[in-house]
């Protein structure tokens, strides 16, 4: 560690003198001869002579008499002198420094770079050891400032990343982080190797083996050392190892499946995620680096819309199928699941929270349900990523668990309103707290009795509908939810295709609590709100014909149908059926000119996503589109109001905003083919809808049009830009 710390000290262009103690005198003449340090020896005294820092790269257990040395001598080195060690336990070195010194000393700074290979001596010095690694200081409140600069500086030198915690969590952390696999790996080996003497079983030993093993090389003394200095913590982490694997040796001696998917499961997950965070490519580490990567559509003005198309699966059934599914009794089996950021980030809550699910693989998922009252406290707060449907619909779920909960999400999902479902949870008898503003993160405490309520949304709300039903699920009597306006029913559709009784009559539907949910397979028809992008497309564009397959055409969704045949859309079905509940069909549409219209106001809420992509469609048409009643649109991913206004006034579309929707001015009477509008360079404001609808505008732009912030297009439509493509368009992505 020593030496490697001076080889990068070196590699860096330190112009300063090292000088190094070492017991072995060839080991500090190579140091000498290999350039990494000055000057050196075996006596510590004569070295220190006015050296400015001191590290201490010794085994844990040689620590006290080095530090006696240099306290004997202290006052030979300059009088700002820094101490500091690499040592991989701190609470044991601290004691050490406290019995020699009397105290802590405000020069004293400990620290551990968490670095370092099997590997030990000069030879082994390495100048890139320290690169993007993290080195972990541990302050006392006394520590002068100075010299916790001066120990900080030293290791981003050296191109680390320097943390700070207190030595008792430091040790904590290690004993589970390294301490115990380092155990583990010796224990493995030992064990092998006194089964079989002469060591032939090696010869046969797998990758696994070598993996799990490689640490198992490393300096015995160093670990000794380590194992007696960390000894309460090392054996704290052993204790929760060994009740880990008495469990999975129960379930492999019971043959018990479940429980061993369940485990392998949820390792297997959070090992590629901290693989994946380790090279910043998981599905959220990827997504926050990608989000500040700023992902640019370039997409070329004109080409074509033709063709067959399957678009992913629906991402508010995706969503519900897993929440369902895991509050089910039994295997839920699902088809045409979304793989989007949004439903991923659903899944992977439910992980959390103790749920077998395999997959998902092509769109396949197998949930092994735990029951209305299986989920088990997650360990930290959920992540739900962007998604408001998640977000709503967990905070329903969670009011109903035993235990304390927390749901966060990204930075969009942070600006969204949330007193919409904490008031009413509120009245149910949960107990929930919100950031300033009703908005997230959202606390939830466990353990409320809920109680069945009487609702009238204010709003048209099918995720405040959800929740609430959700909730319900765990209240004593009725729940009722009154909307005043249809919304997406899916949630109702689903919990009565799992056996849970829900009613409807009118305007209100209701359930009551108690009763549970048998598992069953899913089929997630193709999205409707990802093919309006596409039924827009060949709706603008002369000479289209594009068909989509395997459409979910569920009557509470079906606004841009509605809206685009009152516009006159070529619009035909095509098998049409019913799968799982819901109804599904091919849609076809072919070009046909047109005009525009007054949305009638009911279809509001039935085309509440697709209108980003509806207001691109009244650029096309002739004449005015006029909407009206749509404020929610100003409380999703982004102010979609604003945010439309904003891009089409680059495009040059003539428009006015109104609080609760805008008037679009198409194109005049007797344009023929020519282009509809402008090119230039648009601002999705991070919301995927938006993103997308600009992208479909380009088929009638005169130029090109970028589109500024589009990694957020993942989050449910995943292969977007290949189906452009696919249709006879010209796009690309840049990362920057
Ligand atoms: O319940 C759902 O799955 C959704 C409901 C709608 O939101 P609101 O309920 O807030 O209108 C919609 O915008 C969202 O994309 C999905
Ligand atoms: C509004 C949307 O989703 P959510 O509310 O789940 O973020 C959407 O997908 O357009």
Redesign the pocket.
């Known amino acids: 560690m020593g030496g490697s710390l001076a080889a990068a000290l070196k590699a860096r262009g330190f112009y300063g003198r090292i000088v190094a103690c070492d017991p072995s005198e060839s080991e500090i003449a190579l140091g000498i001869e290999k350039g990494l340090i000055e000057a050196g020896g075996c006596e510590l005294a004569p070295l220190l002579d006015g050296v400015s820092m001191i590290v201490l790269a010794v085994p844990v257990l040689a620590m006290e008499s080095v530090l006696e040395s240099v306290a004997a001598n202290i006052g030979r080195a300059a009088p700002d002198v820094v101490i500091t060690d690499v040592g991989s336990t701190k609470g044991t070195i601290r004691e050490s420094v406290v019995r020699v010194f009397d105290r802590m000393p405000a020069s004293v700074v400990l620290g551990h770079p968490i670095a370092g290979s099997e590997k030990s001596g000069v030879d082994a010095a390495n100048p890139e050891l320290y690169v993007d690694h993290k080195v972990i200081l541990t302050p006392e409140p006394d520590t002068r400032t100075r010299a916790l600069e001066r120990v900080r500086a030293l290791w981003q030198a050296c191109g680390a990343e320097v943390l700070e915690m207190s030595v008792e969590r430091h040790d904590q952390v290690l004993a589970r982080t390294s301490h115990l696999p380092h155990l583990l790996a010796f224990s493995l080996v030992d064990t092998l190797a006194r089964q079989d003497e002469r060591l032939d079983i090696f010869r046969y030993a797998a990758g696994g083996f070598r993996d799990f093993t490689r640490i198992a090389g490393s300096d015995p003394v160093m670990w000794r050392d380590i194992f007696i200095a960390n000894r309460d913590a090392v054996l704290s982490s052993l204790d929760d190892f060994e009740a880990g694997l008495k469990t999975l040796r129960a379930a492999i001696a019971s043959g018990d499946s479940d429980a061993l998917i369940a485990t392998f499961d949820r390792a297997s997950h959070a090992r590629r995620y901290f693989g994946t965070l380790l090279s910043k490519t998981s599905y959220q580490a990827e997504y926050h680096m990608h989000s500040q990567q700023r992902v640019t559509y370039r997409v070329q003005p004109g080409g074509q819309a033709q063709g067959r198309l399957r678009v992913p699966g629906d991402?508010?059934m995706s969503?519900r199928s897993i929440m369902l599914g895991a509050l089910a009794d039994g295997v839920t089996e699902v088809k045409g699941f979304l793989e989007g950021e949004?439903s991923l980030a659903t899944l992977q809550a439910f992980r959390e929270m103790g749920v077998a699910i395999e997959g998902p693989h092509q769109g396949r998922v197998t949930i092994h349900g735990v029951g209305l009252h299986g989920l088990k406290a997650p360990a930290g707060p959920l992540y739900v990523g962007?998604?408001?449907?998640?977000m709503?619909l967990f905070a329903g779920l969670l009011a109903g668990q035993a235990f304390d909960s927390e749901l966060t999400g990204d930075e969009s999902?942070t600006k969204?309103p949330m007193g919409r479902v904490a008031d009413p949870l509120r009245a149910m008898g949960a107990t929930i707290e919100t950031a300033e503003g009703g908005r997230p993160p959202l606390a939830i405490k466990g353990g409320a009795s809920l109680k069945g309520i009487r609702y009238d949304m204010p709003m048209a709300s099918a995720?405040v509908k959800s929740c609430l039903l959700l909730a319900g699920l765990y209240a004593e009597g009725e729940t009722r939810v009154r909307e005043p306006a249809p919304t997406r029913d899916h949630t109702e559709r689903m919990l009565n295709g799992f056996g849970y009784p829900v009613s409807r009559e009118g305007d209100t539907c209701w359930l009551e609590g108690g009763h549970t949910l048998t598992a069953g397979p899913i089929d997630v028809p193709s999205d409707i709100?990802s093919a309006t992008f596409f039924l827009v497309a060949a709706a603008i564009t002369p000479g289209s014909d594009i068909t989509l397959e395997h459409v979910g055409m569920n009557p509470t969704r079906i606004g841009v149908i509605n809206i685009l045949s009152l516009m006159g859309a070529n619009l035909a079905f095509e098998n049409e059926r019913e799968v799982g509940g819901e109804p599904v069909a091919d849609i076809r549409i072919r070009y046909a000119p047109l005009s525009g219209i007054d949305i009638p106001v009911e279809q509001v809420p039935l085309a509440?996503?697709e209108f980003p992509a509806l207001f691109i469609a009244a650029a096309n048409a002739e004449g005015t589109t006029r909407l009206r009643g749509a404020e929610e649109l100003r409380v999703?991913?982004s102010d979609r109001l604003q945010a439309m206004a904003d891009g089409l006034a680059v495009l040059g579309v003539e428009h006015t905003l109104v609080e609760d929707g805008i008037d679009i001015v198409g194109r005049t009477a007797g344009a023929g083919e020519s282009p509809s509008y402008a090119g230039g360079t648009v601002d999705s404001l991070g919301d995927?809808?938006i993103a997308m609808a600009f992208a479909v505008a380009a088929l009638r732009a005169s130029s090109e049009i970028v589109i500024e912030d589009c990694a957020n297009v993942a989050?449910?439509f995943p292969g977007f830009l290949g189906l452009l493509e696919r249709i006879g368009m010209t796009a690309e992505e840049a990362r920057a």
């Open positions: 991402k508010s969503h949004d962007n998604s408001g449907t998640a709503r999902l969204r995720q709100s509440i996503d999703k991913e995927h809808r989050t449910s």
